[in-house]
């Protein structure tokens, strides 16, 4: 008799928690690609990005930091065009991305996509062979960014940008100024999914 009670006492319980919806557990850390481009002077690194991504600061701020690479050839004015290149570099990159503004919401509140303004501030340290640039075989680059991003809701969540902004490279013949633009997708990787509400 005591038993039957017992598992008439739990049954509700049982029901509920079968009832409960499966949730994504926010991803812990994930990728991205991308290519990136320059503008300024008479030749312009060109590449393809590759970064691994990890979140950054509280989680209302869906910061993102990354670690990454870079590897493309110096492309001439007009190369669409013209076909002129040469040479190759990689760089090795440190950035930091995170949103500024939500601007508009798509779908539905349980699963939400986000157009929002990001900004994404990045530092880089290149190597050339056969280099074109004025600052010879080796560089440093610093760049601030902003841009557009579309989305989901969780910080490393898949995710496309397109990003533009100034872009300073420092060599052996001092600064220059350069735009870069760059697309990028991110996506998450290794998540596991748990019954209950969202976070």
Known sequence: ???????????PSLLAAQELPTYA??????????????????????GVDVAVLRPFGAPASHGV????????????????????SQGFFVTALLGVRRPVANLAM?????DPS???????PELGVSAGIDSPLPEGG????????????????????????ILAGPAVFAGKAGANLHVQVSLRYQTSSGGT????PPD
């Open 138 to 161: 080796y560089w440093g680059t610093g760049a601030l960014l902003f841009g557009l991003s579309f989305g989901g809701d969780q910080r490393i969540d898949e995710n496309f940008a």
């Open 25 to 46: 557990a926010p991803a812990r850390r994930g990728f991205s690609i991308g290519v990136t481009g320059f503008t300024g002077g008479s030749w312009q690194p060109s």
């Open 65 to 84: 930091v990354s670690l990454g690479a870079r590897l493309g050839s110096f492309v001439q004015d007009q190369a669409v065009l013209i076909g002129g």
């Open 193 to 196: 999914r748990r019954r209950g």
């Open 114 to 120: 986000w157009v929002r303004l990001v900004a994404a």
């Open 106 to 110: 798509v779908g539905t509140d349980r």
């Open 1 to 11: 008799m005591t038993r039957i009670l017992l598992a008439v006492l739990a049954l």
